[in-house]
């Protein structure tokens, strides 16, 4: 089936850095989202792609969407503590796939920050 | 985006009995899905909950383990039968459409003991 590789699995960082992680599939996505999911909550939409190349920002956050429809990147810049969590990305299939509206996740990036 | 309320947020309950989780949406949303996301893992469809249908299993997830209903285009519920601790998981109901783009309830934390 269809996946996702997300990298890295983990980051630990100093707080004021900057942040980069990203996923890779071999299928093609007609939309592809960025999500953020605290302990104990639903992942949060912090991006969402819907055109090749298209480059979005959202504050200190910023996500490519690959020209191919195979990749994408979230850069978090200057991070702080409330950074913190699970990122995760997701990708709806194209129409020709068969997708039905249905997300395909990444296993997560893990971002701890220290103060 | 829409505003999703799921009940219960957590439970905890006896191996062989039934938990029914509910979701409702502020507003008439186009499709919602359910998702099963196991300890220190990643999101996985279980199946997308169809108005007036039977809802579509994937690959894994079968009716008779996972019932859905959705009665109307902002509510729909999932039912984990007869479980067991490797149910324990956390169970999110997810809706899209065009308005409110993709949008996540806060989860259902089960535990089975």
């Known amino acids: 089936g269809q996946q996702l590789n997300q990298s890295p699995q983990s980051m630990f960082i100093q707080e004021g850095e900057d942040v980069s992680m990203n996923c890779t599939s071999s299928?093609?996505?007609?939309?592809w989202l960025w999500y953020k999911q605290d302990p104990g909550e639903g992942p949060v939409l912090l991006i969402a792609?819907?055109?090749?190349?298209e480059l979005t920002s959202n504050g200190r956050l910023t996500a490519q969407f690959g020209i191919t429809r195979k990749d994408s990147f979230l850069n978090i810049s200057a991070s702080i503590p409330s950074d913190v969590g699970i990122y995760f990305c997701?990708?709806?299939?194209?129409?020709?796939?068969?997708?039905?509206?249905?997300?395909?996740f990444g296993k997560g990036t893990k971002l701890s920050v220290k103060p | 985006s829409a505003v999703i309320s799921q009940k219960p947020s957590r439970d905890i309950c006896q191996r062989g009995t039934s938990l029914t989780i509910q979701c409702q949406v502020d507003?008439?949303?186009?499709?919602m899905f359910w998702y099963r996301q196991q300890p220190g893992q990643s999101l996985t469809l279980i199946a997308t909950?169809?108005?007036?249908?039977?809802?579509?299993?994937e690959s894994g997830f079968v009716i008779d383990k996972f019932p859905i209903s959705r009665p109307n285009l902002t509510f729909s519920t999932l039912t984990v039968s007869n479980m067991s601790p490797e149910d324990s998981s956390i169970y999110l109901c997810?809706?899209?459409?065009?308005?409110?783009?993709?949008?996540f309830g806060s989860g259902t934390r089960l535990t089975v003991v």
């Open positions: 507003s008439q949303v186009t499709m």
């Open positions: 792609l819907y055109k090749a190349g």
């Open positions: 299928s093609i996505f007609n939309t």
């Open positions: 997701a990708g709806q299939l194209r129409a020709l796939q068969g997708s039905q509206g249905n997300l395909i």
């Open positions: 909950a169809n108005q007036g249908s039977e809802a579509t299993y």
């Open positions: 997810s809706v899209v459409s065009l308005v409110v783009g993709y949008t």
